[in-house]
């Protein structure tokens, strides 16, 4: 088992079968839902949102500290992406801190050093808990959850098809 957050060519690394979004699988994949949709949230401290307010929509963010996510692999930062009336909105956001590690982007803003844009199945436990307040919940979207994929093949292998039938999600 190879944990990555890297898009790796499953083919061409002779590995049997991936995890990823279903809205990211290839076309040409098997893929089984191994979870329910996903919703993206926006998260921050309660000492944040007591200094700093709570935006009142996603153009409001121009004016808050953002924490960024970078994908390693492309360089580039994830999306703030909502919606509007059933149209996607991209919202342009900044700040002073910028990760690629999940984890450190909600410790920064466990800490109150801005908003973190996450799935929400990350934030969950501290939203919770209380030491993270949603905002803007209304305007974020969900996206399709877990999928495992593998390549179209003849034969399966046993080992495969055991981890398919354990895996798949039953709603």
Same mark, same amino acid.
């Not at 083919?11 to 290839?26: C, H, L, P, T």
């Not at 953002?66 to 999306?79: A, D, E, P």
């Given at each position: 088992?190879?944990?990555?957050?890297?898009?790796?060519d499953?083919?061409?690394d002779?590995i049997?079968?991936?995890i990823?979004?279903g809205?990211?699988v290839e076309?040409?994949?098997?893929?089984?839902r191994?979870?329910?949709?996903?919703?993206?949230?926006?998260?921050?401290?309660?000492?944040?949102f007591e200094?700093?307010?709570?935006?009142?929509?996603?153009?409001?963010?121009?004016?808050h500290?953002?924490?960024?996510?970078?994908?390693?692999?492309?360089s580039?930062?994830f999306g703030?992406?909502?919606?509007?009336?059933?149209?996607?909105?991209?919202a342009?956001?900044e700040g002073?801190?910028?990760?690629s590690?999940?984890?450190?982007?909600?410790?920064?803003?466990?800490?109150?050093?801005?908003?973190a844009? =996450?799935?929400?199945? #990350?934030? %969950?436990e @501290?939203?919770?808990a209380?030491?993270?307040?949603?905002t *803007?919940?209304q305007?974020?979207? =969900?996206?399709?959850? #877990?999928? %495992?994929? @593998?390549?179209?093949?003849?034969q399966?292998?046993?080992a *495969?098809?055991?981890?398919?039938?354990?895996?798949?999600?039953r709603?």
């Amino acid at each position: 088992m190879i944990v990555d957050d890297s898009f790796i060519d499953i083919v061409a690394d002779k590995i049997d079968a991936g995890i990823r979004f279903g809205d990211i699988v290839e076309k040409d994949m098997i893929a089984v839902r191994i979870g329910p949709d996903v919703p993206l949230c926006v998260v921050g401290s309660p000492s944040y949102f007591e200094k700093f307010g709570y935006p009142q929509n996603p153009r409001e963010l121009s004016s808050h500290r953002c924490i960024n996510y970078r994908h390693l692999r492309t360089s580039g930062f994830f999306g703030w992406e909502f919606v509007e009336d059933g149209r996607p909105l991209q919202a342009r956001v900044e700040g002073p801190l910028v990760f690629s590690n999940t984890e450190l982007l909600l410790d920064a803003a466990l800490a109150g050093h801005g908003l973190a844009y =996450t799935y929400e199945n #990350y934030a %969950l436990e @501290h939203i919770k808990a209380g030491r993270l307040e949603r905002t *803007l919940a209304q305007w974020c979207p =969900t996206f399709p959850g #877990y999928y %495992l994929y @593998h390549p179209s093949r003849r034969q399966v292998p046993p080992a *495969l098809t055991a981890l398919i039938a354990a895996l798949k999600y039953r709603a």
